[in-house]
Nanobody, 124 residues
C-alpha cells in the first residue's frame, strides 16, 4: 500500500509557473512508475505526464509538451511536476498516481494508487 499527497497547487496568471509535489509513503517508491493526471470541471481525467521508476524515461501529453517537466527524487520519495508558461486551459485538479507493476505507464487504468488532488487555477 502507498499513500500519495500532492501539494503546490494555487492560482496564477497566464504565463506563470507552478511546481507540484507528490510525496509518497512506503519503502518501495523507487520501484513505482509515477504519473500526473488532471481533471477539469465537466471533463474526464486526462493524462499529463509520466516518469519511469528510475527516472530515465518520461512521457508527456501533447498539450503540455515543452511546458511541463516531470521529475522524481527517490531519496525523498517525491515526484514533481514543474509547470511553466501556464495557460487558462491548464486549470484543473491535478492528481499524482503510482503504478507498482510497470516501468512506465500512461493510461489511467494502469495506476493503482492516487492522491487526493491539488487545484491549479490559471487566469487570463
Amino acid at each position: 500500500q502507498v499513500q500519495l499527497v500532492e501539494s503546490g497547487g494555487g492560482a496564477v496568471q497566464a504565463g506563470g509557473s507552478l511546481r507540484l509535489s507528490c510525496a509518497a509513503s512506503g519503502r518501495t517508491f523507487s520501484s513505482y512508475a509515477m504519473g500526473w493526471f488532471r481533471q477539469a470541471p465537466g471533463k474526464e481525467r486526462e493524462f499529463v505526464a509520466a516518469i519511469s521508476w528510475s527516472g530515465s524515461s518520461t512521457y508527456y501529453a501533447d498539450s503540455v509538451k515543452g511546458r511541463f517537466t516531470i521529475s522524481r527524487d527517490n531519496s525523498k520519495n517525491t515526484t514533481y511536476l514543474q509547470m511553466n508558461s501556464l495557460k487558462p486551459e491548464d486549470t484543473a485538479v491535478y492528481y499524482c498516481a503510482a503504478d507498482p507493476w510497470r516501468e512506465i505507464a500512461t493510461r489511467r487504468y494502469e495506476y493503482d494508487y492516487w492522491g487526493q488532488g491539488t487545484q491549479v487555477t490559471v487566469s487570463s
